[in-house]
């Protein structure tokens, strides 16, 4: 009997254990975002708006969101614009702050900026002209496949 219960308790934590670590997490692939966009949308709620417009058939996401500037940032004159490069976007402050210093040790004037919902935002560059931010996008894709073009609410 003593066996018996060795036995169970044995099979059981070798079931428990190899099944724990597999992810149940889907993961899904987004096609097509390095596209240059026709245009982009405009959003009146509060909650980040994501726009797929049309170019060839083919897509690319941009985000309308309002933000400030992450505490410690002093270069108030990136607000004046109104299309932003993104190239990184963190929870925490002091990643998005590890990447601007190694972004400022390159050469590259980058800001962090603060949205409503707390996301630390990299900023490498803004422009006032959509297609400004496009062709930065391009220069830079090598590095930052995922860059993405932030417009300010």
């Not at 097509?32 to 245009?39: H, K, L, V």
């Not at 190694?102 to 900026?113: H, M």
């Amino acid at each position: 009997m003593n066996k018996t219960i060795q036995f169970i308790l044995i099979l059981a934590i070798v079931v428990l254990t190899g099944t724990a670590c597999k992810s149940k997490q889907k993961v899904a692939k987004i096609t097509g975002a390095n596209i240059p966009a026709a245009s982009t949308t405009t959003a009146t709620s509060t909650n980040p708006t994501v726009s797929t417009p049309d170019l060839n058939n083919q897509n690319e996401v941009t985000r309308n969101e309002k933000f400030i500037l992450a505490d410690g940032e002093t270069n108030a004159d990136a607000l004046k614009f109104k299309y932003h490069v993104v190239v990184g976007s963190f929870k925490s402050q002091t990643n998005a702050k590890g990447l601007q210093t190694t972004l400022k040790s390159e050469g590259n004037k980058s800001i962090v900026v603060v949205n409503e919902q707390g996301m630390f935002r990299v900023l490498i560059a803004s422009f006032n002209e959509y297609s400004e931010a496009r062709a930065r996008i391009n220069q830079i894709k090598d590095r930052f496949a995922d860059s993405w073009v932030l417009v300010q609410k």
